[in-house]
């Protein structure tokens, strides 16, 4: 079998051991990081909640899911974050209040670490204060929220709201992503940007930086 497909199918199996080992050989056999990743990991989680969805799993199969996904960015966090570098700006970073999904945020902040930027990750159910507070404290350019559940959604805009009230929201630029979210729902709620994908939200904050520069 093609290793991203064993790597795939032994993360739908949960089996962690397997897939870090895997993922291990598949670097040295000078397989793309981004092919192990999209193909390999993000593809096998793809199947996870299609089955999950279909009710063909139940959540503790969707957990082991998700730790032998971790196994496997374990091992390529290294390759796309490169120490030492200067950070070209600060993001903070954060799934909504309400949502444990914390898989695709993680990516993301990879994502953005790897592009030369600091990341201050606040975890997952992160309240809208302790975004805005963050950010004003930290002097940083960008609030990135994910959410992963419709109904955790429109506390996005909270946070929004907030950096408004604060007159904030020029200086400090928004970005939000996760499985639910669109171009129009991050409009309607007034964010800056949305991330549709960890490369595409490095992009979009590399805009944002770059706009509020030119200000
Ligand atoms: Co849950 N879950 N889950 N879950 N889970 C979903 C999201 C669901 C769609 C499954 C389904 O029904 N098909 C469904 C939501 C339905 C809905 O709201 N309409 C669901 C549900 C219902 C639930 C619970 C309510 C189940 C229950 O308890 N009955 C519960 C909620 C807990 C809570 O949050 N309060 C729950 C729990 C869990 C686990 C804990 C078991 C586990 C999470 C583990 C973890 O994250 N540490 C889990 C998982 C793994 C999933 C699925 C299967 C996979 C999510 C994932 O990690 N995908 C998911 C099904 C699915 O999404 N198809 C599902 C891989 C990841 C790489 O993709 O997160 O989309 P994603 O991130 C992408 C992009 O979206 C984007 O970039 C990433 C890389 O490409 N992106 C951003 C993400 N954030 C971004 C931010 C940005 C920019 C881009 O800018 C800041």
């Not at 897939?19 to 050989?25: D, F, G, K, S």
């Not at 092919?35 to 199969?61: C, S, T, V």
């Not at 945020?105 to 204060?129: Q, S, W, Y």
């Not at 409009?187 to 992009?203: C, M, R, W």
Request: glycine fraction near 10%; charged fraction near 25%.
């Amino acid at each position: 079998m093609d290793i991203l497909k064993e790597i795939s199918v032994r993360l739908q199996q949960g089996d962690d051991e397997r897939v870090c080992e895997l993922t291990r050989q598949a670097v040295e056999k000078k397989v793309p990081p981004r092919a192990i990743l999209d193909e390999g990991l993000i593809g096998g989680m793809n199947i996870i909640g299609e089955r999950y969805k279909a009710h063909e799993i139940f959540l503790p199969q969707v957990l082991l899911a998700a730790k032998a996904m971790y196994a496997g960015t374990d091992v390529l966090r290294p390759l796309f974050v490169k120490e030492g570098m200067p950070a070209i700006g600060k993001v903070v970073i954060g799934s909504v209040q309400g949502d444990l999904h914390d898989i695709g945020k993680n990516l993301v902040g990879i994502m953005l670490k790897g592009a030369g930027f600091e990341v201050i990750d606040l975890g997952n159910d992160v309240p809208p204060e302790r975004f805005v507070e963050t950010a004003e404290k930290e002097d940083a350019a960008v609030i990135g929220i994910s959410a992963l559940l419709t109904t955790t959604m429109p506390v996005m805009k909270r946070t929004v709201d907030l950096l408004e009230e604060k007159g904030l929201r020029t200086k400090i630029r928004t970005i939000i992503g996760g499985a639910p979210i669109s171009e129009e729902f991050a409009k309607q709620i007034g964010a800056d940007a949305y991330g549709y994908d960890s490369t595409n939200a490095v992009e979009s904050v590399k805009r944002l930086i770059m706009a509020n520069e030119s200000d």
